[in-house]
Structures are given as structure tokens and as C-alpha cells.
């Protein structure tokens, strides 16, 4: 089947199975920073946004996203830039396979709340899993994303 999708201000088309996941869908068409973890909403690296809010893509029906608009790390590329910059200065980079899942949620959370206490940020990161760098160093450089006010 073909649906409509907003996909970063773009209308496409794609050609579907009506039991495919966004997941599969947005990488077989090339938005490969749209990673797959577990694939069972366990480790948030397929985080997309949905009309602004993060889902993980791995457990969302594509075709539940027609007349939807779809985000993907690409679509935020300036303040992606700007958390990657961030990251690199705390050190809260390493392997990068979380970080366009990560860069989306924390754009998602500023919009929603910049003034995020530790506590908020800790709850709504919840479920974006990193095997490499602890948080610690993640949670200080999202502390000075959300203080940005360029
Ligand atoms: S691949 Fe979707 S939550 Fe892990
Ligand atoms: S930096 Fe490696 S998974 Fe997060």
C-alpha cells in the first residue's frame, strides 16, 4: 500500500506493508540515522518525533503515521549541531550510535520545558539507553543545551 508521510517538512510517499514498522520503513528509504537496538522499545535508538514527541519508531505502525509529521535527526540538523558541540566539550561522546536518538529527545524536552530540573531530565531520558559513556557526562552537557539560549 502508499502512504503520505511528512517526513522533516517533506511530504512523501512510501510504499508499505500494512504491518511495517516506521523503523523499517524510514531506513529502507534512507534515513539511516534512524538506528535499530533492540527492536522491542527497550534502548530508545530508533527515537524519532512524531508531531514533535518521541517514539520509538521500532514499535509504531507506519501506516499509523499518515497525516502525521515525522522528524528524524536530519530535521533538526542546526540544533543537533548545537547538542553535538555539547557533547564534545563534556565529553559525553563516544561510540555516537545513541546520539541522533538522543539529540531528538533533548530538542523534544527543550521545546516542552527548557527550565528541566535534574530530576525532569533524568525522568524524560528515561528509556534512551547509552552502553558507552554512564550519563553522567550526558546529563551536564543537556544541562548547558537547555541553558543555550542562541
Ligand atoms: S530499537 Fe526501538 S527501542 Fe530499541
Ligand atoms: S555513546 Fe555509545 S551508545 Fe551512547
Do not use: W
Amino acid at each position: 500500500m502508499k502512504i503520505d508521510v511528512v517526513v522533516n517538512g517533506k511530504k512523501r510517499e512510501f510504499l508499505i506493508e500494512p504491518s511495517e514498522y516506521l523503523l523499517d520503513v524510514l531506513r529502507r528509504y534512507d534515513y539511516s540515522s534512524v538506528r535499530r537496538g533492540c527492536d522491542n522499545i527497550s534502548c530508545g535508538v530508533c527515537t524519532v518525533l512524531l508531531d514533535g514527541k518521541p517514539i520509538p519508531s521500532c514499535s509504531m505502525l507506519a501506516v499509523r503515521c499518515v497525516g502525521h509529521e515525522v522528524t528524524t535527526v536530519e530535521g533538526i540538523e542546526k540544533e543537533a549541531e548545537k547538542i553535538a558541540h555539547y557533547f564534545g566539550e563534556l565529553g559525553a561522546d563516544q561510540c555516537g550510535y545513541c546520539n541522533p536518538s538522543m539529540a531528538l529527545t533533548v530538542y523534544a524536552l527543550k521545546k516542552e520545558n527548557r527550565e528541566a530540573n535534574d530530576e525532569e531530565i533524568k525522568k524524560y531520558l528515561v528509556g534512551n539507553l547509552c552502553r558507552c559513556t554512564g550519563y553522567v557526562a550526558q546529563h551536564e552537557a543537556i544541562k548547558k543545551y537547555l541553558g543555550d539560549e542562541s
